[in-house]
């Protein structure tokens, strides 16, 4: 079946550095999607990507859609402290119905 | 706006008991799925309802059942739990095939 490799696994950062995540797919996707789940709480959609080589921002963060289908990073300029949570991708076939998700990236923030 | 409502928030149940948990989304949505997140086994599809009237597996359906009741709600039925159903589940929402899914809050389900 599809998988996802999402890394690192955790990333500990200093307040103010930025911050690299990516996703690869052993297959090709129509849709890339990242989330943030806060503890306690359930994900909740930062970005989402349609088109092979699309670069989408939000505020401080910026993903790209890899121009093979097969990838994307998230990036996030000049942590802050309320960045700290688990992010995850996703990927989405056109015709399913399910999404494949990446097992998460952790993030602390040291103030 | 209230998105997917799950309830309840916490439960506590002995091993064989049943337990039905709930969902409701008020956007409209056709697609109602639902999910349990383990540490680091990061997010699991369980059930998912493509539409009204229309239940299929996912990926850990066993000891688990599901009833799509009318558009806004999706619940999902332990029969006789047991402690490996231990974990945090999650319902989510989307509108059609080519959009996101949005996420409830989780209920944290504890099977002593």
């Known amino acids: 079946g599809q998988q996802l490799n999402q890394s690192p696994q955790s990333m500990f950062i200093q307040e103010g550095e930025d911050v690299s995540m990516n996703c690869t797919s052993s297959s090709i996707f129509n849709t890339w999607l990242w989330y943030k789940q806060d503890p306690g709480e359930g994900p909740v959609l930062l970005i989402a990507l349609y088109k092979a080589g699309e670069l989408t921002s939000n505020g401080r963060l910026t993903a790209q859609f890899g121009i093979t289908r097969k990838d994307s990073f998230l990036n996030i300029s000049a942590s802050i402290p309320s960045d700290v949570g688990i992010y995850f991708c996703?990927?989405?076939?056109?015709?399913?119905?399910?999404?494949?998700f990446g097992k998460g990236t952790k993030l602390t923030v040291n103030p | 706006n209230a998105g997917v409502t799950q309830t309840p928030k916490f439960q506590v149940l002995k091993t064989g008991q049943s337990m039905t948990l709930q969902c409701a989304q008020d956007m409209n949505h056709n697609s109602m799925y639902w999910y349990r997140q383990d540490p680091g086994m990061g997010l699991r599809l369980i059930y998912y309802s493509a539409s009204e009237g229309t239940t299929d597996k996912g990926e850990v359906p066993n000891g688990y059942n599901v009833s799509r009741l009318n558009k806004r709600e999706f619940s999902l039925r332990l029969e006789s739990a047991a402690p490996s159903q231990t974990s945090v589940y999650f319902c989510?929402?989307?509108?059609?095939?080519?959009?996101?899914?949005?996420f409830g809050d989780g209920t944290r389900l504890s099977i002593l």
């Open positions: 989510a929402s989307k509108e059609n095939s080519n959009q996101p899914q949005h």
């Open positions: 996703a990927g989405h076939d056109r015709g399913s119905e399910k999404l494949v």
